[in-house]
């Protein structure tokens, strides 16, 4: 009997969390979702509709808005695997002590500063008059302006540390004689890499693409910053919040069952059960 008050009394506050807040606030949302919003008022009501829903796949512009977004939260995690693979096999395998400690630095260090001030670094980098047209413009090279170029690689810059310290972390733990056995059997480096070591760190890679993927999907202010006119899920929750909360919790879902669809297929891979 003491034993189970002891448990109870150890999880009642994060169980009160995981039901009371967060659990709750998302049935909340699903339930916002099928409301309606006066046309004439702008009145939210309580009620039962799947209009908010129908606008989503009837509506060019949310459709789009939706795909543009996934699209952009995919080529995020593309990117992050194809810079954290090889900095972590140099990282792990080949750079000496002090600069492995150097290059763990610099790929932490988006971590330390705000959110927001990262965003405007990147805004000040690719403007117009900014760092990477003026490196560039002797060359004849202008940079990508404001669009789903920059947008992509903004959020790789913010999230391409959740994706760099498993793969270096798994890369790590590799023996190195597997390195030398490929390269005794005639592999070269790529083939190495593809044969060897991308099977061995795939849990790492998942576990990652799991924060690239979610993390894109969710954000709005690299849209609102560096995007243009680019808009992303975020963007249209954002402005339907005041004008038609009913529309923005319907719009809210969409990301939610891009990540469970993305789980449940890396979940039938197996590759969940090895990390």
């Not at 796949?57 to 995919?74: C, D, E, F, H, K």
């Not at 990282?91 to 260090?109: D, E, G, H, N, Q």
């Not at 590799?174 to 070591?197: E, K, N, Q, Y």
Request: include cysteine.
């Amino acid at each position: 009997m003491k034993r189970r008050l002891r448990l109870a009394s150890l999880l009642a506050l994060p169980m009160a969390w995981l039901i009371g807040i967060y659990i709750l606030s998302l049935v909340m949302l699903l339930v916002t979702a099928f409301w309606v919003t006066d046309p004439f008022t702008s009145k939210v009501t309580p009620g039962f509709t799947l209009r908010n829903f129908e606008q989503l796949v009837v509506n060019p512009a949310y459709l789009s808005t939706a795909l543009r977004t996934l699209g952009i939260a995919l080529a995020v995690t593309a990117l992050c695997i194809l810079v954290s693979v090889p900095l972590g096999i140099f990282m792990a395998k080949i750079a000496p002590a002090w600069l492995r400690a150097v290059l763990a630095v610099a790929i932490t260090l988006p971590l330390w500063a705000g959110y927001l001030v990262k965003i405007l670094a990147m805004r000040i980098t690719f403007t117009e008059d900014g760092f990477f047209n003026a490196v560039l413009s002797p060359l004849g090279i202008s940079g990508p302006g404001f669009g789903i170029v920059t947008v992509v690689l903004t959020l790789t810059y913010l999230w391409l540390p959740y994706m760099s310290v498993p793969v270096y972390t798994a890369i790590r733990q590799l023996p190195s004689h597997l390195f030398d056995a490929s390269a005794d059997l005639g592999a070269g480096a790529w083939r190495t890499i593809r044969t060897v070591v991308l099977p061995l760190i795939r849990p790492a890679i998942i576990a990652g693409s799991v924060f690239t993927f979610s993390l894109s999907l969710g954000d709005y202010l690299a849209a609102r910053f560096v995007g243009g006119s680019t808009q992303m899920i975020g963007s249209v929750i954002a402005s339907n919040i005041n004008l038609n909360p009913p529309i923005a919790a319907a719009f809210s879902i969409v990301p939610i069952v891009f990540v469970v669809v993305y789980l449940v297929s890396v979940q039938r891979t197996g590759a969940l059960q090895r990390m």
